[in-house]
């Protein structure tokens, strides 16, 4: 099987063109491993559609499919671009999640950014959770996957390797939930951190940095119509969220390498 490694702020997937096959749990946790497989934050199918220019499906490190990937779907515009699927700058992609539209950035007739417009994000009255004998407060938002967003003072303290595993699996959360550590530097910059759902800590989550700036703009510490940069381990990511909620992102893509894995 051939894939591609790409990886979006460090938020890194193999991708296959093709059809889905049945054992896709067992191969994303065989191929995800980072020590006896290729290493990945999971792996990426890629195929025509019916309703939009491609497909895209997400299965996570654990095998669980995921409805969205902010970063993913980056790379997949890049890809299929690229590697001549298609010579359109502005494309539909079908997710789990809904229909997301995507205007490539081209460098030297590469794609090197990618411009997405996410749907509409929806944010949720804040949760006070007991765990662990302490109250956490979280705010849920969609935008078109779950997320809880937690506020702190200093983002290298959060703790997201503690928290992030009991938030997932929270019954409040009962399909699961990625949890994001935001601290607001100002209010057109956040910095945040991540535990993704089924994949645990990454270095970037691209529906989660716009979760972030959704839930900021519910606490007024960002404004609507207004770029707000947010920073993660792998880089940068910059978002917006218009009067009427809907979310767009801007970030790169990248290919890391080729590879062929025997079967």
Same mark, same amino acid.
């Given at each position: 099987?051939?894939?591609?490694?790409?990886?979006?702020?460090?938020?890194?997937?193999?991708?296959?063109?093709?059809?889905?096959?049945?054992?896709?749990?067992?191969?994303?946790?065989? %191929?995800?491993?980072?020590?006896?497989?290729?290493?990945?934050?999971?792996?990426?199918?890629?195929?025509?559609?019916?309703?939009?220019?491609? !497909?895209?499906?997400?299965?996570?490190?654990?095998?669980?499919?995921?409805?969205?990937?902010?970063?993913?779907?980056?790379?997949?515009?890049?890809?299929?671009?690229?590697?001549?699927?298609?010579? !359109?700058?502005?494309?539909?992609?079908? +997710?789990?999640?809904?229909?997301?539209?995507?205007? %490539?950035?081209?460098?030297?007739? !590469?794609?090197?950014?990618?411009?997405?417009?996410?749907?509409?994000?929806?944010?949720?009255?804040? %949760?006070?959770?007991?765990?662990?004998?302490?109250?956490?407060?979280?705010?849920?938002?969609?935008?078109?996957?779950?997320?809880?967003?937690?506020?702190?003072?200093?983002?290298?303290?959060?703790?997201?390797?503690?928290?992030?595993?009991?938030?997932?699996?929270?019954?409040?959360?009962?399909?699961?939930?990625?949890?994001?550590?935001?601290?607001? %530097?100002?209010?057109?910059?956040?910095?945040?951190?991540?535990?993704?759902?089924?994949?645990?800590?990454?270095?970037?989550?691209? +529906?989660?940095?716009?979760?972030?700036?959704?839930?900021?703009?519910?606490?007024?510490?960002?404004?609507?119509?207004?770029?707000?940069?947010?920073?993660?381990?792998?880089?940068?990511?910059?978002?917006?969220?218009?009067?009427?909620?809907?979310? +767009?992102?801007?970030?790169?893509?990248? +290919?890391?390498?080729?590879?062929?894995?025997?079967?």
């Amino acid at each position: 099987m051939h894939f591609t490694k790409m990886q979006g702020l460090g938020n890194d997937y193999l991708y296959v063109y093709g059809e889905v096959p049945e054992d896709i749990v067992q191969l994303s946790r065989k %191929l995800s491993d980072r020590h006896f497989g290729a290493g990945s934050d999971g792996m990426i199918y890629i195929s025509t559609s019916e309703i939009a220019d491609f !497909k895209m499906r997400i299965f996570n490190a654990d095998g669980s499919e995921a409805r969205m990937c902010g970063n993913g779907i980056r790379c997949v515009g890049k890809y299929v671009y690229d590697k001549g699927y298609t010579d !359109k700058t502005h494309l539909t992609i079908e +997710t789990l999640s809904g229909v997301k539209y995507l205007d %490539l950035q081209l460098c030297d007739s !590469k794609v090197e950014a990618v411009t997405v417009a996410m749907g509409p994000s929806e944010t949720k009255q804040e %949760l006070r959770l007991r765990i662990d004998g302490e109250e956490v407060v979280c705010i849920p938002v969609s935008v078109g996957n779950p997320h809880a967003v937690i506020f702190v003072d200093d983002i290298e303290t959060a703790p997201l390797t503690v928290l992030g595993p009991k938030l997932e699996h929270h019954p409040a959360f009962p399909d699961g939930v990625n949890v994001e550590f935001v601290q607001v %530097l100002s209010e057109n910059e956040l910095q945040m951190r991540v535990w993704e759902r089924g994949s645990g800590v990454t270095m970037a989550c691209g +529906t989660g940095a716009c979760a972030s700036v959704a839930a900021a703009v519910s606490k007024g510490y960002c404004r609507q119509e207004t770029p707000v940069v947010v920073r993660l381990d792998g880089g940068a990511l910059n978002i917006q969220i218009s009067s009427d909620y809907n979310v +767009t992102m801007t970030g790169p893509a990248e +290919t890391v390498y080729e590879g062929e894995v025997m079967l």
